[in-house]
């Protein structure tokens, strides 16, 4: 199948895991690109971590007393630190799609703690924590497997740990309501991998403090204290990624020059309710999420009609270089998912929708 040109977006990139980079970032990239090969201990490598740490800062509006930690590694990663730095007994934690669901299976297997309380809900919808002794509450701002998008707001007396992934950059919040904000910055931030930034409260460093100082084994790269430790010196523990460093510094300057998070929040809302309404108005396809207000405004996930082959389509418009707009694999479902992050154009989304309609009305 061969979409007409005069359909196709600019660029085809929708992709919910590793998002679109303007190429204004990799023009960035190569302009700094004496920084790749050099040392992370010294003042240029430092000045670059400085840097990052002082937009995202101004970007959340960061309470006094909070630190942004930076470390080696990924929001898979940071589960397992969390499970050993941060969860002094038992945590608690809301399951509504394959990444909150992670990070409690990654309590559930630590034999120092408590079974963790699990409050769960079917793929599509949100549910928040019970919070009952749990000393941590831990759920995702937007759960990027189901597109559904979750309040952020403390609850009890316990550490709020919240999975920004895929919200950070793209979608407003307030961090005095959390304990620690983490995140990877491959989606909104359309920087690399090898990289987790945890924007952490007085009491998150504190617990985390307090652990590593008592008899619980921690490996250097999994404690938060160690991190927090190298992150204050505008380093961390081991060589990050620098390409990942260069393109979330671009990103972050980018995004506030657009007007800071509340604007950018907008701009992606424009694209998936977009996608929404699009897909509502065919006979053939529906958004996943149910209830209006639990709609992600960054990945927007749209069901197919039985008769609709979905494999066929994504493959038809891949080879028409539209690429990534696959579900989540372990849904199993009929469906589109896509990425709606910062970089991507609201005109681009339009060109997708009608290509869509082009490809199912051929297939």
């Known amino acids: ?66 630190q942004v930690v930076l470390g ?21 934690h809301a399951v509504f799609g ?81 304990d620690v904000y983490y995140f990877a910055p491959q989606k909104n931030f359309s920087s690399d991998g090898g990289l987790w930034v945890a924007l952490c409260s007085p009491a998150a460093l504190s617990r985390a403090e307090r652990i590593a100082a008592s008899s619980r084994w921690i490996p250097e790269t999994l404690s938060l204290d160690v991190a927090a430790q190298n992150s204050a010196k505008q380093q961390t523990l081991n060589t990050p990624a620098i390409a990942t460093l260069l393109l979330l510094e671009d990103q972050i300057r980018w995004l506030l020059d657009l007007g800071g998070l509340a604007a950018v929040e907008a701009r992606c809302k424009a694209m998936t309710d977009h996608v929404y309404a699009w897909a509502e108005s065919r006979n053939w396809a529906a958004p996943f999420v149910a209830d209006v207000t639990h709609r992600s405004p960054v990945v927007a996930t749209i069901d197919l009609s039985p008769e609709i082959d979905g494999k066929s389509l994504i493959a038809a418009l891949r080879e028409n270089g539209i690429v990534d707009v696959d579900p989540y694999r372990a849904l199993g479902r009929n469906q589109l998912r896509i990425g709606c992050y910062a970089s991507v154009t609201l005109a681009d989304v339009e060109a997708l929708t009608a290509c869509i309609d082009y490809a199912v009305a051929r297939l």
């Open 1 to 66: 199948m061969i979409i007409p040109e005069q359909l196709l977006p600019t660029d085809g990139r929708f992709g919910s895991g590793p998002a679109k980079l303007r190429p204004e970032a990799l023009d960035y990239l190569a302009l700094r690109g004496d920084l790749l090969g050099t040392s992370h201990r010294q003042a240029p490598v430092k000045q670059l971590v400085g840097s990052v740490q002082e937009g995202l800062s101004e970007l959340y509006r960061l309470p006094e007393g909070y």
């Open 72 to 92: 080696n590694g990924g929001a898979s990663l940071f589960w397992d630190l969390a499970v050993c730095s941060l969860i002094e007994r038992r945590s608690a």
């Open 98 to 178: 394959e990444f909150t669901r992670k990070f409690a299976t990654a309590a559930s297997r630590a034999p120092f703690l408590a079974d963790p309380l699990v409050t769960e809900c079917p793929a599509g919808a949100v549910v928040l924590p019970e919070v009952g002794d749990a000393d941590v509450v831990a759920w995702a701002h937007n759960e990027t497997s189901t597109g559904a998008a979750a309040p952020v707001r403390r609850l009890g007396d316990a550490l709020v740990v919240v999975d920004g992934t895929s919200s950070a950059g793209g979608m407003d919040v307030d961090i005095a309501e959390t």
